[in-house]
């Protein structure tokens, strides 16, 4: 049994399924259900013995308390965060407080779980931290890819905050000895994307014909890895990974974002043609956003060298395999931006998480 925590969010549901579908042991999903935890992403495990979800906030101690001691995991991958750097700039105190505050409370909880645990437990035991590279701040176009031992710099209210979380999850291990991995990943892209990050907003706007919002001049670079090849890597970590040391993730795709919706919209052509024309023509640039960090870029040789990961999907199969699923799942899409999956959270809870 493992404890994932976010796992119905983009990157931590598309885990708890890829975890599922590899064979792996039972697992609990703690999952506040905010806006972007869609309980929608894991229609596909109703009934499954294997998924117990669980809606509850990783700032709730007893709650936290409860679920190590009832299902005694091995395990805990931690997903749980507010992500989104426009949502931190207009209201950071949520970012504080999830993934700052919750970190800190989940920590805590597991120390003094893991100090129940037998010796050969205690050993076998992993806490996984799930990070970003936007801790690491801004490269210029000629400076090298960031490696595990580039100098925090963080720029926005989201990446402070992941920072502070890093931080403390270091710390819990060097000052207590819990068995902690830290992971930092590049921008993920992929199926279940919450339409409000860069290739789903292009591919959901794109197709309703919808003005494509750019900022600035749109050559901001980003390194973009698939999602699945982002939980294969997470899935090596936690098995082969040393306790204290921190893996970078990357898909090794440097790409402008002016570049990836124009490359989104050359596949939304290619496979559902708009009698309009190219859906490149709805492409508008926008005021940039305050503090926009100019480029990032991954060095995954750490992650490769010792574990023996590498991504499988190039940058072209990959979106090819997101534009797809779009294509092919319109019900998610239209309940993702009606909100009407939130009538299944009120329905099954009440209300709460809203």
Same mark, same amino acid.
């Given at each position: 049994?493992?404890?994932?925590?976010?796992?119905?969010?983009?990157?931590?549901?598309?885990?708890?399924?890829?975890?599922?579908?590899?064979?792996?042991?039972?697992?609990?999903?703690?999952?506040?259900?905010?806006?972007?935890? *869609?309980? $929608?992403?894991?229609? &596909? %495990?109703?009934?499954? #013995? /294997?998924?117990?979800?669980?809606?509850? !906030?990783?700032?709730? +101690?007893?709650?936290?308390?409860?679920?190590?001691?009832?299902?005694?995991?091995?395990?805990?991958?931690?997903?749980?965060?507010?992500?989104?750097?426009?949502?931190?700039?207009?209201?950071?105190?949520?970012?504080?407080?999830? *993934?700052? $505050?919750?970190?800190? &409370? %989940?920590?805590?909880? #597991? /120390?003094?779980?893991?100090?129940?645990? !037998?010796?050969?437990? +205690?050993?076998?035991?992993?806490?996984?931290?799930?990070?970003?590279?936007?801790?690491?701040?801004?490269?210029?176009?000629?400076?090298?890819?960031?490696?595990?031992?580039?100098?925090?710099?963080?720029?926005?209210?989201?990446?402070?905050?992941?920072?502070?979380?890093?931080?403390?999850?270091? #710390?819990?291990?060097?000052?207590?000895?819990?068995?902690?991995?830290?992971?930092?990943?590049?921008?993920?892209?992929?199926?279940?994307?919450?339409?409000?990050?860069?290739?789903?907003?292009?591919?959901?706007?794109?197709?309703?014909?919808?003005?494509?919002?750019?900022?600035?001049?749109?050559?901001?670079?980003?390194?973009?890895?698939?999602?699945?090849?982002?939980?294969?890597?997470?899935?090596?970590?936690?098995?082969?990974?040393?306790?204290?040391?921190?893996?970078?993730?990357?898909?090794?795709?440097?790409?402008?974002?002016?570049?990836?919706?124009?490359?989104?919209?050359?596949?939304?052509?290619?496979?559902?043609?708009?009698?309009?024309?190219?859906?490149?023509?709805?492409?508008?640039?926008?005021?940039?956003?305050?503090?926009?960090?100019?480029?990032?870029?991954?060095?995954?040789?750490?992650?490769?060298?010792?574990?023996?990961?590498?991504?499988?999907?190039?940058?072209?199969?990959?979106?090819?395999?997101?534009?797809?699923?779009?294509?092919?799942?319109?019900?998610?899409?239209?309940?993702?931006?009606?909100?009407?999956?939130?009538?299944?959270?009120?329905?099954?809870?009440?209300?709460?998480?809203?």
């Amino acid at each position: 049994m493992i404890l994932v925590t976010g796992g119905a969010g983009f990157i931590g549901g598309n885990f708890v399924l890829d975890w599922l579908a590899a064979g792996g042991e039972a697992l609990v999903n703690l999952d506040a259900l905010t806006y972007a935890g *869609n309980p $929608e992403t894991l229609a &596909t %495990l109703a009934g499954d #013995a /294997r998924h117990v979800f669980v809606h509850g !906030d990783i700032c709730d +101690r007893p709650l936290l308390d409860r679920l190590l001691a009832t299902h005694r995991p091995r395990a805990i991958v931690h997903f749980a965060a507010e992500s989104h750097v426009d949502r931190s700039i207009h209201g950071p105190g949520e970012f504080i407080r999830t *993934n700052i $505050e919750g970190t800190f &409370t %989940l920590l805590e909880a #597991a /120390r003094a779980y893991w100090n129940t645990l !037998d010796a050969a437990a +205690r050993r076998a035991f992993r806490f996984h931290h799930v990070s970003t590279d936007e801790v690491y701040g801004s490269l210029r176009a000629d400076e090298a890819p960031f490696c595990e031992e580039h100098p925090y710099q963080p720029n926005s209210p989201y990446s402070a905050s992941k920072a502070a979380s890093d931080h403390l999850a270091r #710390a819990w291990f060097h000052t207590y000895g819990l068995p902690v991995l830290a992971t930092h990943c590049s921008n993920n892209y992929g199926p279940f994307h919450f339409p409000e990050k860069l290739i789903p907003l292009t591919i959901v706007n794109a197709l309703a014909g919808r003005t494509l919002p750019v900022y600035g001049d749109g050559l901001n670079v980003r390194d973009w890895l698939y999602v699945g090849d982002h939980c294969r890597a997470i899935r090596d970590v936690l098995a082969q990974g040393r306790p204290g040391e921190t893996y970078n993730i990357g898909g090794g795709n440097e790409m402008t974002n002016i570049d990836i919706v124009r490359a989104v919209c050359a596949l939304l052509d290619e496979l559902r043609p708009d009698p309009a024309g190219s859906r490149e023509r709805l492409i508008a640039f926008v005021a940039d956003r305050p503090g926009h960090d100019r480029r990032y870029a991954i060095d995954a040789r750490k992650i490769g060298r010792e574990l023996g990961w590498r991504p499988r999907e190039t940058f072209e199969s990959g979106l090819r395999k997101t534009v797809r699923w779009y294509l092919d799942h319109p019900e998610w899409v239209a309940n993702v931006q009606s909100g009407a999956y939130r009538g299944w959270i009120d329905k099954h809870y009440g209300g709460a998480g809203t």
